[in-house]
């Protein structure tokens, strides 16, 4: 099944910050965020495992409550860059699915002079 | 450049016509995975391959199939195409493992007219 991302879009100005949520209704293995510019593939940003770790990149850090299947992608201090549709992808603890991602629907981020 | 390699970039076809796409994964990978993604929208998982065999299927149509040869590229097959099969088609590969960490292709943008 697949997650739930909210918000659907946001804009932002530079130096900005805004946080995106990722939920499932099944316990997760991992979670996975990717980042898209319009047309091209799909950039891997992080993985989280269960266990509540908290990863980061560059400014970019994210964090995952295993008891509440939610993860949650921080943008802080924009910047232009970070501009694109985020999506998170889900692996379930089932062994049937072990590998197979399910993608939420994306948050657009648009990040504005 | 994730090291996956897709080709064709792009495919312009009438309806009721085959194609077949091409995805050659990363060095060492052994699991291939095609996604549909359509105007706008978000991932749709097809299906899955590792080390040649069928590994887990998604919402893939039945005029779809695909395949992973010994030399693990793999090929997607669309037959009896239809307008709403236009689409950008993403291979991806992953060692797999217990961060199954997956990259992404430049895609295969499908027109069908």
């Known amino acids: 099944q697949q997650p739930v991302q909210s918000p659907q879009a946001v804009i932002l100005r530079e130096g900005e910050d805004a946080v995106i949520n990722c939920s499932s209704s099944?316990?997760?293995?991992?979670v996975h965020w990717y980042r898209q510019k319009h047309g091209e593939a799909p950039i891997f940003l992080m993985i989280?495992?269960?266990?509540?770790e908290q990863k980061g990149h560059d400014k970019i850090s994210a964090s995952f409550n295993e008891k509440k299947q939610q993860s949650s992608l921080y943008l802080t201090a924009s910047q232009l860059s970070y501009s694109g549709t985020y999506f998170c992808?889900?692996?379930?603890?089932?062994?049937?699915?072990?590998?197979?991602?399910?993608f939420g629907a994306g948050t657009q981020v648009v990040v504005t002079p | 450049d994730s090291g996956v390699t897709q080709t064709p970039k792009h495919l312009i076809t009438a309806t009721g016509q085959r194609v077949t796409l091409r995805c050659s994964p990363r060095s060492g990978d052994l699991s291939v995975y095609w996604y549909q993604q359509s105007l706008d929208q978000g991932l749709q998982f097809l299906i899955q391959?590792?080390?040649?065999?069928?590994?887990a299927k998604g919402n893939i149509l039945e005029r779809f199939s695909a395949q992973q040869f010994p030399d693990l590229h793999s090929e997607l097959n669309l037959s009896s195409l239809e307008l709403g099969d236009s689409a950008l088609y993403f291979c991806?590969?992953?060692?797999?493992?217990?961060?199954?960490?997956?990259?992404f292709g430049a895609g295969t943008r499908l027109s069908v007219l």
């Open positions: 099944k316990a997760l293995y991992s």
């Open positions: 991806a590969s992953s060692l797999t493992g217990a961060k199954n960490i997956q990259y």
């Open positions: 989280l495992l269960k266990g509540g």
């Open positions: 391959y590792y080390n040649g065999e069928e590994r």
């Open positions: 992808g889900t692996e379930t603890a089932a062994t049937d699915s072990w590998g197979k991602l399910q």
